[in-house]
């Protein structure tokens, strides 16, 4: 059996398992084709709540979700060119900071950001194009599965109401992304007019997150653009905050990280990073 081949059975598989589990929750049938059926099976991941898998389906999903990984093409963190070498910045720790466009469930670094809702429990939207949803997606339900486990410790400890505050991060294994880890955090929220308190919110998200790192002896660490989607924060605003409080950070933690990724999905949001690094 070829490669494909093999892929392509991992995929039947995993849409009748999924379908079977999800009874009522879906009303479609099964797709004939590869991508209807790639569709149908991310829907169903997404919908799914916390709950155990048959260990052979998830032997199956793990097996189909690492293949997809190779088959999206994984990209070295420490591949990336730095600030220092793709623009000649001179800017300061220009040696450790990297930009980088393109789906950030494809780095293989120590830990890349998640921006989360306070629930932490990733997005329930079917194919839904937020990172929370994407990273949930390759990383497989285990992701969800770890989530809750920690938002139900958190809950006994806390009360029942216990939502997860604005930049307190959460930190899980990457299961089947490149990635070793994931740093969920939950940005703020701008409603109306961008205040201080807003602004220092982004700040601790990206500075707790790199603390988080040095805590647990991550070397790399690649940040999504925090809250700057459906959370409306202002770009051009929330990238300057984030270069300020990286370049701070390293600053005060010599030695402590080796790279530090501004990952972006937006020619808008590469163009204000390069600017601020090579402008």
Known sequence: ???SDAQ???LDALVQAFWEDAGDAVDFAIPREAEGKRRALRAMMNIRMPAPVDEAVLAVQDAYLRERAREKGIVEATG???V???LHSSAPHADQIAIWQGDITRLAADAIVNAANDAMLGCFVPLHSCIDNCIHTYAGVQLRAECDRQMRALRAKHGPGYRQPTAVP???PGYNL???HVIHIVGPIVDGELTASHERALADCYANTLDMCAQNGLASVAFCCISTGVFRFPADRAAQIAADTVTSWLDAHPGKLA???FNVFS???RALYEAIYGG
Do not use: C
Request: proline share 8%.
């Open 259 to 261: 790279r530090v990724i």
């Open 1 to 3: 059996m070829t490669r």
């Open 178 to 180: 490149p990635a070793r």
């Open 8 to 10: 392509a059975a991992r």
């Open 267 to 269: 020619d808008r949001d």
């Open 170 to 172: 959460m930190l899980t």
């Open 84 to 86: 220092g070498e793709s």
């Open 80 to 82: 990336i060119p730095t």
